[in-house]
Structure formats: structure tokens, C-alpha cells
């Protein structure tokens, strides 16, 4: 599906513009360093859905005017072509197999290629910290398969970094990955929006939500 399409542009801008902001406003804690007097730089990656291209949605950035985003540089790349399983084998733009749709709790997963994927996000990050951005200005966002991606990709690098935001995604992952989590990652702030309510456990009148099988990993929700 594309992004580019009127009131779904509106809407994942708007939201994404709130995660990011709430994000910015309240950082992790972070020892103070020289290159913190200089100008804060931040980095967004933002990572689209199944058959999408990173180009169909660059038009997101041109709606961030707020001061906050001064500084920003944004990356929207775009996911190798490749069979994919759910889709009967059809070649399309995928970040990684599904193995099936829709997703529910117990659906398989293709984490062979997903940590291919999360690999590629890592040594994108890698390069801007190299480049002088600090992790904790480093967010990833994605939208359905790329919000999948974006949960992978966040909690399983092995530094803090500054938040993440997933629209539409779900659990692209095992129990079992919970063993490649760092405490580093678990303290990332991860803002969630409309993922499967068999993978998350919303707490009523609470702003957090946490996964009913990772109960000590939790999750910024705009529910």
C-alpha cells in the first residue's frame, strides 16, 4: 500500500510527528559531553511497509516544520526485492519473509531473514554514530512491515538508543530473541500505534503498554 495517499499521509504524519516529538521532548538519560553544547543533531530512519519504496514516502519530512526537527537528517531507504512467502512467492519489495497474513500471535516466523534485515538497520546506525551523531538522538520508525523491522531493530542493538515508532506493526520475533536483548535496549522509549491486541497488553488508563510475553520491555502508546 502506499503512503502517499491523502488522509493516510495526514494521519501517520500527524502521529509520527507526536511520536518523534514526545520522544525529543523527554530523552533518555544521558551523561552530558562536549558535543552536547554544540547543536543536537538527530537522525530518523524511518523504514516503509511490505511492496512500498523508500522514495513513495520521503514527502513525510517536508510536514515537519516544528523547530525540533531543525537539525533532523532523515534516511528512507528502500527494501530488497525478494519472493515472498505469504504473497505466493511473488517478487516485491520486502525487508524480510512473511510467512503468512494475516499476522496473529502464533504465526511463524522467518527470523533468518528478519536479523538479515536488523542487521542492515544496525550498520546503517553505526555509520551515524561514526559520523558524530549521538545514540540518543538516533530514532527508527516504521509503518506495518517496517514497524516490525523497527521493533527488531531497536531492541536488539546493543546501545540506548533515542526512541522508536511503530504504526501498524507486530512481534516479527520469538520468545526466544529475548535472550539477544541488552538492558540498554530495554530502556529505549518505543511508541506503538495500532499493533495486534493478541501481541500487547494495554493496561486501562495506562500510557504504557508492554508485550504479554516480554513483561519487562515496555512501550510508549498514543492509545
Known amino acids: 500500500m502506499k503512503l502517499i495517499k491523502g488522509s493516510v499521509v495526514l494521519t ?52 515537519f516544520t516544528s523547530s525540533q526537527f531543525r537539525d533532523t537528517k532523515w534516511s528512507f531507504p528502500s527494501a530488497p526485492s525478494a519472493p515472498v512467502t505469504c504473497n505466493y512467492g511473488s517478487v516485491m519489495p520486502s525487508w524480510f519473509d512473511i510467512l503468512e ?15 538479515k534485515a536488523v542487521r542492515n538497520v544496525h550498520a546503517t546506525i553505526d555509520k551515524e554514530i561514526a559520523a558524530g551523531i549521538n545514540p540518543n ?31 501498524s506493526g507486530w512481534v516479527p520475533f520469538n520468545s526466544s530473541i529475548i535472550e539477544q536483548i541488552t538492558p540498554e535496549a530495554k530502556q529505549v522509549l518505543i511508541f506503538s500505534s495500532s499493533m495486534c491486541a493478541t501481541l500487547i497488553f494495554l ?21
Open 12 to 63: 501517520i504524519t500527524i502521529t509520527l510527528s507526536s511520536a518523534i516529538l514526545l520522544l525529543l521532548l523527554f530523552p533518555q538519560n544521558q551523561k552530558p559531553s562536549s558535543s552536547s553544547m554544540s547543536r543536537a543533531r538527530s537522525f530518523v530512519l524511518w523504514l516503509h511497509g511490505l511492496g512500498d519504496s523508500g522514495p513513495a514516502n520521503e514527502p513525510i519530512k517536508t510536514l
Open 101 to 115: 497474513i494475516p499476522v496473529a500471535a502464533d504465526s511463524p516466523n522467518d527470523e533468518s531473514s528478519l536479523l
Open 137 to 167: 538522538n538516533i530514532f527508527i520508525c516504521g509503518f506495518s512491515q517496517g514497524g516490525a523491522l523497527t521493533l527488531a531493530s531497536v531492541l536488539l542493538y546493543p546501545k540506548t538508543l533515542g526512541g522508536g515508532a511503530v504504526f
Open 203 to 223: 493496561s486501562r488508563g495506562s500510557f504504557f503498554v508492554k508485550l504479554s510475553y516480554f513483561p519487562s520491555i515496555f512501550f510508549k502508546s498514543n492509545s
